[in-house]
């Protein structure tokens, strides 16, 4: 994330004095403070551009334009946006009741409570965590980064003096790096755009949660790249909320410097002593308090979801460099125990990925069944299919934004990378942003995991499945460009702002978390589960006491009684009320089904990287 060439002290120099954005919010492509050649910026006295509510839009304070007056519905208060990261969007990738308030989807905030209430103890109840399959998010809390590079933002001691450096010239000791490169190295950073309250109600129950003790002020935050807005305990208080609001659910969090499942010491949180790692699970374990899993009573490959529910061990906790940063708790798994399948240039290489992706979900239920045995049936299967930043798609975007024209294009050559990536382009896009490289992922992930979806149905020998061969999914997904409804956003309009010129099917999106509970469905209801032969006789049994919530958390209570989702009548299910939850999960899929078209300035193909993928849309599309 950061390629010399773009970050270089001259380079920064540069951009500082031959920038200019213009007097206008509205008219320039981000919604910064403008600046011109003249102004050094230390002094902060640049225009400054506002939210008006009677216009909806951006614009410039000294232009003179109606403004009601009204706060921003992004920032929350005061009139100032610094920078289109925080400006509202056009259209809004979440709706807002008339208060302003969110308005989840339907069905997915209770999604397990769901599947319980309709598939009863014989189905999803009697499902242990490792049978399901869980849609996740990758870098969940990039949502709300700062603009302040973190000092662990890199792995190697030559890389971390350069982070340092940039951490002190961007919200560190100095602040001399002017808010548009600050905002462009967020946007190379951000992997999501709906927090983590919305990604909860959006039906994500896998969490990466990647923290870091930032060295200065010795306070961990989240990072990706850059350090979060705020401190990582404000997350966990914002998860232990929508847990005590949602008591149907259980939540895996995975904790992590970088996303490194091995590392430990050192080597995963360099710098940070062992008494300031066990102070910071001190806090964990006291902010989850009552809804940690126990591995002395429950175990995830043995103990069914409904015992889980009913003895409100409802947040499980992968944490990486176990030993040194919980003590080896007996509330925490290790972090080791999860087999993370990740290509990183993915995309950039689409058809030797696509290819990994299927072979990797062909033989998912063999490599389900290997991990699980980790940890004494703990293992974790977990597939990313995001794609990270190239050092040349960075240096190009930073080129495209910086650089007046024509000199923006002249020295630029990552348009033409792109069509050589993706052949049949145009070579006039170079993508602007993460979002903008995760939706085209998006695009082209979509296959594999449609493919898997059906072709793990298709598998009716039961022993097969069950003794571990044959399609499958993992127990987590984890992808960039959460969109409402649960979706992966596919089309090529960034999550984080406006459309941009001839784009075709902007914001088309995949039903990605339907997908995941549609497999768990028919798990449930067909009777696939891996640990069946591995329940103790009392957790086989076990009955969900539906008229005694005594053991639910206090703030739980009321809302458990009140929830659609979450009947009192839980033991009422079976193969008839199967069939309802298999028909309204098939209706939600059908209204974001895999959608393939050609736009050749996007990337966007749909005979390309084989033919494969023409008979399977084919195939897929006389099946619906």
Not at 230 to 239: K, M, N, Q, S
Not at 312 to 330: G, I, K, Q, W
Not at 432 to 453: H, R
Not at 561 to 579: F, H, I, K, W
């Amino acid at each position: 994330y950061i390629p010399s060439a773009t970050m270089s002290a001259p380079h920064l120099f540069y951009v500082a004095y031959t920038r200019c954005a213009g007097a206008s919010c509205v008219g320039s492509k981000y919604y910064d403070r403008a600046f011109s050649p003249l102004y050094f910026w230390p002094f902060d006295s640049r225009p400054e551009c506002h939210w008006c509510a009677s216009t909806d839009k951006c614009s410039l304070s000294s232009s003179g334009e109606a403004c009601d007056g009204a706060l921003p519905k992004a920032a929350g208060g005061g009139g100032f946006v610094g920078s289109q990261y925080s400006c509202p969007l056009y259209p809004s990738p979440y709706p807002t009741d008339d208060a302003g308030e969110d308005v989840p989807p339907d069905f997915l905030p209770d999604w397990m409570g769901a599947l319980l209430d309709s598939t009863g103890d014989d189905g999803f109840g009697r499902m242990a965590l490792l049978d399901l399959s869980l849609p996740g998010t990758h870098d969940s809390m990039s949502y709300d980064l700062d603009e302040t590079i973190s000092e662990e933002a890199a792995d190697s001691e030559e890389a971390r003096k350069v982070v340092r450096w940039l951490h002190w010239m961007s919200g560190g000791t100095l602040r001399l790096m002017p808010g548009e490169i600050e905002e462009y190295l967020r946007l190379q950073a951000k992997t999501q755009h709906l927090s983590l309250s919305q990604q909860l109600d959006n039906g994500i129950r896998f969490l990466d949660f990647r923290i870091s003790l930032e060295l200065t002020t010795r306070v961990w935050h989240c990072l990706h790249f850059l350090q979060s807005a705020r401190p990582a305990v404000h997350y966990l208080r914002i998860l232990r909320n929508w847990l005590d609001e949602h008591p149907s659910e259980v939540v895996v969090l995975w904790m992590s410097r970088e996303g490194n499942v091995g590392a430990t010491g050192g080597r995963q949180y360099p710098g940070i002593s062992v008494d300031e790692k066990l102070n910071m699970w001190k806090e964990v374990e006291t902010i989850f308090d009552g809804v940690l899993l126990d591995t002395r009573i429950s175990s995830v490959g043995r103990t069914p979801i409904r015992a889980l529910v009913e003895r409100n061990h409802r947040l499980v906790v992968y944490a990486s460099d176990y030993d040194e940063f919980t003590n080896a708790s007996p509330y925490a798994l290790d972090g080791a125990f999860i087999d993370n399948f990740w290509r990183g240039n993915a995309v950039f290489e689409e058809p030797d990925t696509l290819a990994a992706q299927r072979e990797y979900l062909a033989t998912a239920a063999e490599r389900n069944a290997d991990v699980r045995e980790r940890g004494g049936g703990s293992g974790f299967t977990l597939m990313s299919m995001n794609t990270a930043g190239q050092g040349w798609q960075i240096k190009g975007a930073a080129q495209e934004r910086f650089l007046p024209w024509p000199l923006d294009r002249l020295f630029n050559n990552c348009a033409s990378r792109m069509g050589t990536s993706i052949p049949g382009g145009d070579g006039i896009w170079c993508p602007e942003t993460l979002l903008d490289v995760s939706q085209l992922s998006n695009y082209y992930g979509q296959i594999a995991m449609e493919e898997a979806y059906h072709k793990s149905e298709a598998c009716s020998d039961m022993d097969k499945t069950v003794s571990g061969t044959g399609w499958d999914l993992p127990n987590a997904f984890y992808l960039d460009a959460l969109d409402y409804n649960g979706l992966l956003r596919t089309g090529p309009t960034p999550l984080f702002g406006s459309a941009r010129h001839a784009m075709i099917n902007g914001t088309k999106a995949y039903a990605y978390v339907d997908t995941v509970i549609a497999h768990n469905v028919w798990v449930a209801c067909e009777g696939r589960l891996h640990s069946d032969s591995d329940y103790s006789n009392e957790e086989r049994h076990f009955t969900f006491p539906s008229n005694n919530i005594a053991s639910l958390p206090q703030m739980a209570k009321g809302r458990y009684l009140q929830n659609s989702s979450v009947s009192s009548n839980l033991d009422t299910g079976g193969a008839r009320s199967c069939e309802g939850i298999k028909e309204r999960v098939k209706r939600r899929r059908a209204n974001h089904s895999l959608s393939l078209w050609v736009d050749a300035t996007f990337g966007r193909r749909s005979d390309w990287p084989t033919q494969t993928e023409v008979r399977l849309f084919a195939q897929l599309q006389r099946k619906r």
